[in-house]
């Protein structure tokens, strides 16, 4: 079935003065009456806030004065848990919108006061304001809803009146200098490039290493063959013969023909108006890699290092590495000493007895 047209949406869009835009959201804008409000574009459209917050703060500042805009309280009446109302409220006081206040009563109790303010710069002194946000004029992005106010009477013009001619100025009264124009506002440049940016010149289709009578007549059959598994895949001679190199180049990397057909007549757009762009745009685009040799599938030999293994030492049971078993370093310090010692006194005692 088709889709139902809105035909009082399609008498609104018919009313707008002017070109409709090409591309673009736009407007229908219906005066409000009643249960309206104003929220500046600085807070709808503010770059560093996210958009719960942004949300958050729309509907803080749409409840009337005196209700508890805690983060249950919210919680109670938004899809949002508790989590992301508290991150946006963290970012609402980070920015000046939202802030806890402690106030103590008459009584000595103390209490905290949440206030709400819909534009915190107009509160900061002049010299403290950022020179990057100025006060934008009211534009039909802005969100409000407010009906018009009704054009004021033209000012009537104030009767002639015949001036003294000025008298020449001296040297003690020296005319003021005109004020500077205000610096123009930093522009951020744009992160996405317009539409009438050049694009890039698209890529070409693959071609196989060598076209061979085998490949071709191998990939003009599976061209051929599209229409009996997806009806509207059906290509004509000239465009089989514009993209048989493609699929050869496919088969040539060992592609199996069920694969190469899956992947060109999966979920295809609708309606399908131009088959052989789209499977132009998927032999391009989802080329697979070649197989890799096997040598390249190979575990590649690591360089024989030798491990000396661990020994234990006869004397003190200690573990130490050596390739033959006997004594720790210690050990061999300590017999060296002790047969010294012993070759001294056997010494000294042949002396004593030549003597």
């Known amino acids: 079935m088709d889709t139902q047209q809105n035909t009082a949406l399609t008498r609104a869009l018919a009313e707008i003065p002017g070109p409709l835009p090409a591309r673009g959201v736009i407007h229908i804008e219906i005066p409000h009456t009643t249960r309206f409000t104003v929220v500046g574009n600085h807070l709808a459209q503010h770059p560093d806030l996210s958009c719960t ?87 039909p992005a802005e969100v409000h ?29 020296l005319p003021t200098p005109p004020p500077l ?42 061209l051929s063959d599209l229409r009996r598994h997806a009806p509207q895949f059906t290509l004509s001679e000239n465009e089989i013969h514009q993209l048989t190199p ?13 694969t190469i057909r899956h992947t060109l007549t999966t979920d295809p757009p609708h309606p399908l108006n131009h088959p052989a762009k789209l499977l132009k745009h998927r032999l391009t685009a989802l080329l697979l890699p070649p197989l890799p040799d096997a040598h390249d599938l190979t575990t590649p030999t690591r360089p024989h290092t030798t491990v000396t293994p661990f020994q234990t030492c006869d004397d003190c049971d200690r573990a130490f590495r050596s390739p033959t078993p006997g004594h720790c370093r210690d050990c061999r310090e300590h017999r060296g000493q002790h047969e010294q010692h012993t070759y001294r006194e056997h010494r000294s005692e042949d002396a004593r007895i030549a003597a």
């Open 53 to 139: 917050a942004v949300g958050i703060a729309v509907r803080i500042q749409s409840l009337p004065q005196g209700t508890k805009v805690g983060i249950k309280a919210l919680a109670a009446h938004c899809r949002e848990g508790e989590k992301r109302i508290a991150t946006a409220l963290r970012e609402l006081e980070a920015f000046g919108y939202l802030q806890r206040v402690r106030d103590r009563l008459p009584s000595g109790r103390i209490i905290t006061r949440t206030v709400f303010c819909n534009q915190p710069t107009a509160l900061l002194p002049h010299s403290r304001r950022s020179p990057a946000a100025p006060q934008q004029p009211t534009t």
């Open 145 to 173: 809803t407010q009906p018009p106010a009704p054009p004021e009477p033209p000012a009537q013009p104030a009767p002639e009146t015949h001036a003294a001619p000025p008298a020449p100025e001296t040297p003690a009264t």
């Open 246 to 258: 493609g699929v050869a180049a496919w088969l040539e990397r060992a592609a199996h023909p069920d």
């Open 181 to 222: 124009p205000p610096a123009p506002p930093v522009v951020p440049l744009p992160l996405v490039p317009p539409p009438t940016a050049p694009k890039p010149p698209p890529r070409p289709l693959p071609q196989p290493t060598e076209l061979t009578p085998e490949l071709d007549r191998a990939a003009t059959a599976l």
